[in-house]
T-cell receptor, first 107, second 113 residues
């Protein structure tokens, strides 16, 4: 199957600090997406970003296709940002997921 | 609002027993997917479907069957459950158009004893 590697595996921040999450993939892809999973819950899409840089509020995603990598930057982290962030690469109709980065934001 | 509903949400099964996980979507999406999530492995694709009557194997189909009797419903079937199938299972739906996201259910936690 496709290989999607995420780093770091876990990250602990103090509220207000910034976070940088990384995703690397082994093969070419159609698109890259980032999902957020709340503790013990379901997944929701936070970014669809096949290439370039996109920003939504405090979140910025950058995908560099040629280098087979994508990043998610969270600025001024808040306690409610805590959860797991998963990247997923798309090969036509199927999404392949990384193992996720567990983010904990402490007061 | 997109809606994907899974049942049961929690299930304890005995080894060798049959388990059916059900998924219903009201999005009128063509594509549906079953993933399992285990610590250290992220989400791994088991089976997926392009529409009613179709099922396709994902990366880890062994020990699982799938059934798509209608646009709305997609089931995952464990004919002979084993402890290694203890996991959290997620169903998702999507349009299948490149770049379109998936909508996930809340997950079904299965424990096989």
């Amino acid at each position: 199957g496709q290989q999607v590697q995420q780093s770091p595996t876990s990250l602990v921040l103090q509220e207000g600090e910034n976070a940088e999450l990384q995703c690397n993939f082994s093969t070419s892809l159609n698109s890259m997406q980032w999902f957020y999973q709340r503790p013990g819950g379901s997944l929701v899409s936070v970014f669809y970003n096949p290439s370039g840089t996109k920003q939504s509020g405090r979140l910025t995603s950058t995908t560099v296709i040629k280098e087979r990598r994508s990043s998610l930057h969270i600025s001024s982290s808040q306690i409610t940002d805590s959860g797991t962030y998963l990247c997923a690469m798309s090969n036509y109709n199927v999404l392949y997921f990384g193992s996720g980065t567990k983010l904990t934001v402490e007061p | 609002e997109a809606a994907v509903t899974q049942s049961p949400r929690n299930k304890v099964a005995v080894t060798g027993g049959k388990v059916t996980l059900s998924c219903n979507q009201t999005n009128n999406h063509n594509n549906m997917y079953w993933y399992r999530q285990d610590t250290g492995h992220g989400l791994r694709l088991i089976h997926y479907s392009y529409g009613a009557g179709s099922t396709e194997k994902g990366d880890i189909p062994d020990g699982y069957k799938a059934s798509r009797p209608s646009q709305e419903n997609f089931s995952l079937i464990l004919e002979l459950a084993t402890p290694s199938q203890t996991s959290v299972y997620f169903c998702a739906s999507g349009t299948g158009i490149s770049g379109n996201t998936l909508y996930f259910g809340e997950g079904s936690r299965l424990i096989v004893v």
